[in-house]
């Protein structure tokens, strides 16, 4: 049972003190109240942000707020794969270990653009990006023990199709379909990880938080127009969830104690939640893991090659 008020966690709160945190997009929104309550727990907090300036604002005030000095502000904008293997680098100066990656920055419903190694920009952001940081963190995931892997997930996945012979959008491009492809992409990579990395004491496991009033609908024409805002959000409002009720689930799946081994499975309102068969289609799912690991330079042709064998 969840406490609702003094406390995101469930009753059996788990103790996170000293354990290492870190949290894509946490200068706002579901992230900000992840990292907020995860401040007040003592926990390490590493906030990871593509903005700087509002990620400190952010910080400023959760450390007046929980009286937590280890909260860090680190800039990691997922459209660019340097800034996330900098971000690595860094944090890797300060952490031997690190316990629980939460992959919450997304982007939703955006204009045709590309990330600055030119991925199709939702793409990129939304899978792409959060591979790179869930790969290059393995290694810090694997030295902590019984450490986790929470991707925030869309249920819009069940919409999805991967186009192989137009991933990128190159040749066609449509904003709601991109979208997506990108939360398939991502829903298709966490069962296969969390099978793998399960063995090696790291789980995986995907979040839908439900509909929440924050950033990422930032591009949605409901959000933009002046009719969306006279008429659409009063009537959405009756239907959506606070940052705070949908930060509930991601805390709860990052740290449980009784979910230590569960791995690759997908929660919404601190339960299990059935897998479309879309996201289970073994053949496709080898074949986006083969070339987000490529396209992120995890491997190189060679190894891509014997990977296809």
Not at 170 to 178: G, I, P, S, T, V
Not at 232 to 247: D, H, I, Q, V, Y
Request: glycine share 6%.
């Amino acid at each position: 049972m969840v406490k609702i008020g003094k406390s995101l966690f469930s009753d059996t709160d788990a103790d996170v003190s000293g354990k290492v945190f870190v949290v894509t997009g946490s200068n706002s929104g579901i992230g900000n109240q992840i990292a907020r309550e995860l401040a007040k727990r003592k926990g390490r907090v590493y906030m990871a942000c593509r903005d700087l300036k509002k990620c400190e604002e952010a910080r400023e005030e959760i450390v007046l707020e929980s009286r937590n000095k280890f909260v860090y502000c680190r800039q990691c904008d997922l459209a660019s794969f340097s800034s996330i293997r900098n971000f690595v680098s860094e944090l890797s100066k300060k952490e031997e270990k690190v316990d629980v990656l939460i992959n919450n920055a997304g982007i939703m419903n955006c204009r045709k653009m590309y990330t600055q190694d030119g991925i199709e920009m939702q793409l990129g952001v939304n899978h792409m990006g959060p591979f790179l940081l869930a790969h290059l963190l393995k290694p810090y995931l694997k030295a902590a023990g019984r450490s986790r892997v929470v991707y925030m997930m869309n249920l819009d996945y069940r919409k999805g199709k991967i186009n192989l012979s137009d991933l990128n959008a190159e040749n066609n491009y449509d904003a709601a379909q991109a979208f997506c492809q990108s939360q398939l992409a991502t829903m298709l990579s966490v069962p296969v990880l969390g099978d793998e990395w399960r063995k090696e004491g790291i789980s995986v496991n995907a979040v839908y938080p439900g509909v929440c009033s924050t950033n990422i609908k930032r591009h949605m024409g409901v959000d933009k127009s002046i009719t969306g805002n006279l008429i659409a959000n009063p009537l959405l409002w009756f239907l959506t969830k606070s940052a705070e009720r949908g930060a509930q689930t991601p805390l709860y799946v990052a740290t449980d104690k009784n979910l230590e081994n569960t791995s690759g499975s997908l929660f919404s309102n601190l339960s299990t939640l059935e897998i479309d068969s879309v996201a289970l289609d073994k053949e496709l799912a080898t074949k986006v893991m083969a070339v987000s690991k490529y396209w992120t330079g995890l491997v190189d042709k060679s190894e891509l090659r014997r990977t296809a064998q």
